[in-house]
Structures are given as C-alpha cells and as structure tokens.
Nanobody
Framework: EPLVESGGRLVQAGESLRLACTGS????MAWFRQAPGKEREFVAA????????YYKDSLKGRFTISRNSAKNTLYLQMNNLKPEDAAVYYC????????????????????WGQGTQVTVFP
C-alpha cells in the first residue's frame, strides 16, 4: 500500500498545521523533511506496537507525531511554525524494528511517500 501525505500548505509563522499520511509500516513510521539545498532530515517517528515516539531534539515540544490505527493514518501536528520549518515533508515506513540508535537513519525506512510541501512565511 503506497504512503500518501496530505495537509501541506502555505502558512504564516506562528500558525499550526497538521500533516497526515495514509498507509502503514510493519514496525514503525516516521516523518522526514527536506528543505531546498539541504539533506533530508529526521523529524519524528513512532513504533506501531507500543507507540513509542522519537523526535529531532530541536522540535520537541512543538511537533507531535501520532497515529490512528483504525484509520491507518499517521499524523504530524506542528505548532508555532517558523520559516525554517519550511520543507517538503515525507512519510516513511519501516519493515524492521527501530530503536534510538537507528530511528533517525534514512536507510532504516523501506517505503516513502511523495511528500507534501509546507511553506512558512514570516
């Protein structure tokens, strides 16, 4: 089942936005983002069984990852958005167990969505 992101749009700094991704992974799902001219970076992840969450340190407290198993949907709630949050946000799924050592590694994830654009203006 392909991963499909939605919810990206143009927002003003300080606003909130919730991204969604339909689809699921066997062990874990995550959000990554990529800004123009920069490498893709880890944002947050969640395990499918225990619901353990992981975050990029600098985003803790502003971003929240969650999932609705009944709807087969992953979410990313982003609050107090800043211009530096502007990027294409990608949903990813892992068929292997993740832990604090590998959760931020791109190669850990087997399936990726096409991305959804988030633009934040000052």
């Amino acid at each position: 089942e392909p991963l499909v992101e939605s919810g990206g749009r143009l927002v003003q700094a300080g606003e909130s936005l919730r991204l969604a991704c339909t689809g699921s992974g066997r062990f874990a799902m995550a959000w990554f983002r990529q800004a123009p001219g920069k490498e893709r970076e880890f944002v947050a992840a969640i395990t499918m069984t225990a619901g353990t969450t992981y975050y990029k340190d600098s985003l803790k407290g502003r971003f929240t990852i969650s999932r609705n198993s009944a709807k087969n949907t992953l979410y990313l709630q982003m609050n107090n958005l800043k211009p530096e949050d502007a990027a294409v946000y990608y949903c990813a799924a892992s068929e292997w167990a993740i832990n604090s050592m590998n959760v931020r590694t791109i190669d850990q994830y087997d399936f990726w969505g096409q991305g959804t654009q988030v633009t934040v203006f000052p």
